[in-house]
Nanobody
Framework: VQLQASGGGLVQAGGSLRLSCAAS????????MGWFRQAPGKEREFVAH????????YYADSVKGRFTISRDNAKNTVYLQMNSLKPEDTAVYYC???????????????WGQGTQVTVSS
């Protein structure tokens, strides 16, 4: 499975961005999908994940109510809608696929290359 994240950019605080993660090579419809982020000098952290069916979504407390994860299995794509962005959301955002529904990094088998999100104050 190859994952390609896109949609990052520079946005002012309070603005919105929509990240996409397109999968190729094989379908990810049987995988749980997650978004993680890594800010400069910090460890990679969980942001959100979604079950293979799309019925279950889970968020880090820091983004709950502002970010929405969704998926379109017909398009083999996962999305992260980010609203009310804050400067502390600045990071490289990664999508990942896992057979296990978890916030931990290690069980994720496949990772995208990351897309930079920068939020200016």
């Amino acid at each position: 499975v190859q994952l390609q994240a896109s949609g990052g950019g520079l946005v002012q605080a309070g603005g919105s961005l929509r990240l996409s993660c397109a999968a190729s090579g094989r379908t990810v419809s049987s995988y749980n999908m997650g978004w993680f982020r890594q800010a400069p000098g910090k460890e990679r952290e969980f942001v959100a994940h979604i079950t293979s069916s799309g019925r279950g979504t889970y968020y880090a407390d820091s983004v709950k109510g502002r970010f929405t994860i969704s998926r379109d299995n017909a398009k083999n794509t996962v999305y992260l809608q980010m609203n009310s962005l804050k400067p502390e959301d600045t990071a490289v955002y990664y999508c990942a696929a896992s057979r296990i529904l978890t916030r931990s990094i290690s069980p994720y088998d496949y990772w995208g290359q990351g897309t930079q999100v920068t939020v200016s104050s």
